[in-house]
Nanobody
Framework: QVQLLESGGGMVQPGKSLRLSCVASGFTFTNYDMGWVHQAPGKGPEWDTRINIDAGNTSYAESVKGRFFISRDHAKNMLVLEMLSLNPEDTALYYC??????????WGQGTQVTVSS
């Protein structure tokens, strides 16, 4: 079955960086667009970014544009999110998603990112 396993979360100070990884299994990774979604405490899920099948096209929410960068490694079946210049508003549970028709279809279990001084 589809499995998405995130890692790399943690607690960092404002202005610092984190690198999230997601290892995919149970499906042909190269056949699907992939993305990241976050959910902050007390709020609903918010879409962050998406990358298409061949990594030739990426899109970002305005709130993360220029700070977050998505990439994929087909040899490792891995999705990566580089998060720069983090601020406390980025504190959330971050989910890796397999997308279909430009929307999340499957979600991982999430990895916690906490930005605090």
């Amino acid at each position: 079955q589809v499995q998405l396993l995130e890692s790399g979360g943690g607690m960092v100070q404002p202005g610092k960086s984190l690198r999230l990884s997601c290892v995919a299994s149970g499906f042909t990774f190269t056949n699907y667009d992939m993305g990241w979604v976050h959910q902050a405490p007390g709020k609903g899920p918010e879409w962050d970014t998406r990358i298409n099948i061949d990594a030739g096209n990426t899109s970002y929410a305005e709130s993360v544009k220029g700070r977050f960068f998505i990439s994929r490694d087909h040899a490792k079946n891995m999705l990566v999110l580089e998060m720069l210049s983090l601020n406390p508003e980025d504190t959330a549970l971050y989910y890796c998603t397999r997308d279909r028709w430009w929307a999340p279809e499957y979600w991982g279990q999430g990895t916690q990112v906490t930005v605090s001084s």
